[in-house]
């Protein structure tokens, strides 16, 4: 029985040295959009694995650029185009992982009546209803501010638009904005709506005015500990981040 129970205690002990012994630390940089589901996953794959991830989340533009510099990060998720990325050399090319993707929505104050976006002509009726919108800043490269700048351009209303404009610093900055009253309608991704207070998701703009954005992952080169990282990225990739994605606004794969 002694016996039994020392060997038990053994293997607990050499279990966890193992484990300790195989933790590593490793670096992740996304997107805002992915922000609330990256965190969420992060948290996870930590308990299950002891690795430590320290994740950094910027604008879309911003993000990559820091990629394609060459910053040393183990994991980096970065949007479309990827070309500029793949080129830089700083990501081993065939890790290409495609995540997830984002709508850019619509948003509401929370108990305001829901308005018609089914459509292009509806949208555009609904922006140049308005008395005053607010989106991200694609000038300091937000993803969701961009997009939206070529929705406009797409209903052909950019320039009568633009004294009704008010340019957030990020989707949280617009969406403060809305529940704030200062604008009719907030637009960003919607994962970036459904996180905040005193604001409701109307819905994704229409597919034939926005394109939703592609969230992809990779191994960077300079990474110092590869297994991990790639056991990180394949997580990322899992179908536990599928339901996770999904609850977060987002939907996964292509």
């Known amino acids: 029985m002694k016996n039994a129970l020392l060997s038990s205690i053994v293997t607990c002990v050499v279990m966890a040295t193992t484990n300790a012994a195989h933790s590593s630390e490793v670096t992740l940089i996304g997107p805002g959009g992915i922000r609330a589901a990256g965190q969420q996953l992060v948290t996870a794959f930590e308990k299950a694995t002891g690795h430590k991830v320290t994740a950094t989340f910027g604008s879309g533009g911003g993000t990559k650029d820091r990629v394609i510099r060459?910053?040393?990060?183990?994991?980096?998720?970065?949007?479309?185009?990827?070309?500029?990325?793949?080129?830089?050399?700083?990501?081993?090319?065939?890790?290409?992982?495609?995540?997830?993707?984002?709508?850019?929505?619509?948003?509401?104050?929370s108990g305001a009546p829901k308005p018609d976006i089914s459509s292009a002509d509806a949208v555009k009726r609904l922006l140049l209803g308005a008395k005053a919108i607010a989106y991200p800043n694609a000038a300091t490269g937000a993803a969701a501010g961009a997009s939206f700048n070529e929705t406009l351009q797409k209903l052909g209303i950019a320039e009568v638009m633009q004294p009704k404009i008010k340019i957030a610093q990020g989707g949280r900055g617009a969406m403060e904005l809305l529940a704030k009253g200062e604008v009719d309608f907030g637009l960003t991704f919607i994962s970036e709506i459904i996180t905040e207070p005193g604001v409701e998701v109307v819905g994704p703009l229409p597919r034939d005015i926005s394109t939703p954005t592609a969230l992809v992952g990779f191994l960077s080169t300079h990474s110092k500990d590869r297994e991990a990282a790639a056991a990180l990225l394949r997580y990322l990739s899992s179908p536990e981040a599928a339901k996770v994605y999904q609850q977060r606004g987002m939907q996964p794969g292509r």
């Open 70 to 109: 060459g910053e040393p990060f183990d994991v980096p998720i970065v949007q479309l185009p990827l070309e500029p990325v793949i080129a830089s050399g700083h990501v081993v090319v065939a890790s290409e992982t495609w995540l997830a993707n984002v709508a850019v929505g619509v948003a509401v104050r």
